[in-house]
């Protein structure tokens, strides 16, 4: 489970009351848990606090509007991605525009990149049904 310092926290409560109207869109769907995937809204990482995380995928989804078209703030944010990244988060960057025009196809996207991203990672998608794992010392049978 990543988190932040107190103060990030704070924050990301306090956003989660302020989301855009593209984000608000998102979450209503991301709630409902397509493919079967669980995703955080707001969620403190760091210094940082990421639009969207399914924790499973280690996947943050951030949601770009028109303030991110500019080098400065392009630069911020390939440094952030880059910090995510060492600790194992791959992001993906979704235009607030293409949220507005096709929600679904957002979502499906999304859908196919964490399905991708756990299959790559191993985690296993269901708990086997034979059981709790042997404890120590015990041969599998």
């Given at each position: 489970m990543i988190t932040g310092p107190r103060e990030t926290v704070k924050f990301a409560r306090k956003l989660r009351s302020e989301?855009?109207?593209?984000e608000t869109l998102l979450w209503r769907e991301l709630r409902k848990r397509p493919g079967g995937h669980k995703f955080r809204r707001q969620h403190p990482a760091g210094e940082y606090v990421l639009d969207f995380y399914c924790a499973r995928a280690r996947l943050d989804i951030e949601v770009d509007g028109w303030v991110h078209d500019n080098a400065a703030r392009a630069e911020q944010d390939r440094l952030r991605s880059a910090v995510l990244r060492s600790q194992g988060?791959?992001?993906?960057?979704?235009?607030?525009?293409?949220?507005?025009e096709d929600l679904e196809a957002v979502v499906r996207r999304i859908v196919v990149i964490c399905d991708e991203r756990i299959e790559k990672?191993?985690?296993?998608?269901?708990?086997?049904?034979?059981?709790?794992?042997?404890?120590d010392g015990e041969d599998f049978q």
């Open positions: 989301m855009s109207l593209p988060i791959a992001t993906t960057r979704v235009s607030a525009k293409r949220v507005l990672l191993g985690v296993p998608l269901h708990r086997p049904s034979d059981g709790p794992p042997p404890r």
